[in-house]
């Protein structure tokens, strides 16, 4: 053999290595890559979901004002976060915050999970 060494690339019609396929694995790489960045800092802050229509006093979020609704992130907001968010909702009527429950994946892809309180 005279020493040539053919590496694992394919070759083009024209002879020439074809190396689109290491391309764009680079560019799929970097649009990924980017959108986990993207995504990483959208973790929002928790917020009471009583989010209503322009001029009126309607909410159309789930949140009312004897059951506070909550939408958080789990891997950035603690239980004692949320109960003093719904304390301080509940305080507004003069009564306490008590946990009811929580459902996953029903708010922002920022803050996925809503908690659910009442007060008495």
């Given amino acids: 053999m005279s020493g040539l060494h053919l590496s694992s690339c394919e070759y083009s019609a024209s002879g020439r290595p074809d190396r689109s396929g290491r391309w764009g694995r680079r560019v799929m790489l970097a649009v990924v890559l980017g959108q986990a960045i993207l995504l990483a800092g959208c973790s929002g802050a928790p917020w009471v979901d009583s989010r209503r229509e322009a001029g009126t006093q ?52 920022a803050t996925p999970d809503r908690a659910y309180y009442s007060c008495q």
């Avoid at 506070?68 to 109960?83: F, H, K, M, N, R």
């Fill in 58 to 109: 309607t909410t159309r979020g789930e949140s009312r004002p004897d059951r506070p609704v909550i939408c958080y992130d789990p891997d950035v907001t603690s239980a004692a976060q949320l109960q003093a968010m719904a304390e301080q909702e509940c305080a507004k009527t003069k009564r306490h915050a008590r946990f009811s429950g929580v459902t996953r994946w029903q708010c922002t892809m």
